[in-house]
């Protein structure tokens, strides 16, 4: 007995096949896996010496810089800043963090440089993974010395050249997924604001003639004119 589809019939599997590739397609994106706050043992995710930022006891605003941002070649990844508006300041203290995952596979440690208008906000390096183990981390940061860049709008960029594809027959196939945010933390009478810098002069900034620790202006072009120049 031979049978014939009906148009109901087709339009149920097409509905039925783009549901399944939308499912398949969302599974197998990857994403930034955040690890608990304490070091499990057992675990191969990378853990740090370093305590946790000591954090003050008011409730933070909490601005997400980028989510699940992709590294999979050598460009710069712009990203946007806008202050709190439910936490104008003065602050108390202002934390960076981040959260970082390799997919499983081959891949080199790199550098991840991430800047907010011009200033370095975190200077780090991924981690390897290896076949059968993506690695995810946390890190964080007092930036608090930073606090008059926060003040206003800002432009970002995040660093991390990071090469996927074949190299003399060998296959590089780690990809770096990222999430960053920013904490505010508003001052209280337990925890008062801040003794900060009235101006902070960016001399990290990614621009050629100021890349990393390098100082390549000169003297006199120091403060205002430091911006025009870097």
């Known amino acids: 007995m031979q049978m014939t ?28 896996v955040i690890v608990p706050p304490n070091p499990q043992i057992g675990s191969s995710n990378p853990v740090t ?20 941002l992709e590294f999979a070649d050598f460009n710069t990844k712009p990203f946007s800043y806008t202050p709190p508006a439910a936490c104008p300041g003065p602050w108390a203290k202002v934390v960076f963090t ?18 907010l208008g011009h ?7 991924t981690a390897e993974p290896r076949a059968a183990l993506s690695p995810s981390w946390h890190v964080e940061r007092d930036v608090t010395d930073l606090t008059p860049i926060f003040k206003a709008d ?7 050249g990071n090469f996927v594809g074949v190299y003399n027959g060998v296959t590089y196939n780690g990809i770096i997924y ?12 337990q925890d008062g604001p801040a003794v900060t810098p009235d101006i ?10 100021c890349w990393h620790a390098q100082y390549n202006c000169r003297p006199d072009h120091a403060g205002a004119k430091l911006a025009d120049e870097c």
């Open 98 to 115: 981040a959260d970082f995952t390799v997919t499983a596979g081959r891949q080199f440690d790199r550098t991840a440089a991430f800047y």
């Open 49 to 68: 010496a370093e305590p946790p930022v000591p954090r003050p006891h008011t409730k933070p605003c909490v601005v997400q810089l980028f989510k699940n």
């Open 154 to 160: 800002q432009t970002g960029e995040a660093n991390i």
């Open 5 to 32: 589809a009906t148009p109901l019939g087709m339009r149920r599997l097409a509905l039925m096949t783009a549901a399944f590739l939308l499912a398949t397609f969302s599974a197998a994106r990857a994403q930034v």
């Open 119 to 125: 200033a370095n906000i975190y200077y780090g390096t």
């Open 178 to 189: 990222a999430n960053a945010a920013l904490e505010f933390y508003p001052a209280s009478w």
């Open 200 to 209: 902070v002069v960016p001399v990290n900034g990614s621009r050629r003639r």
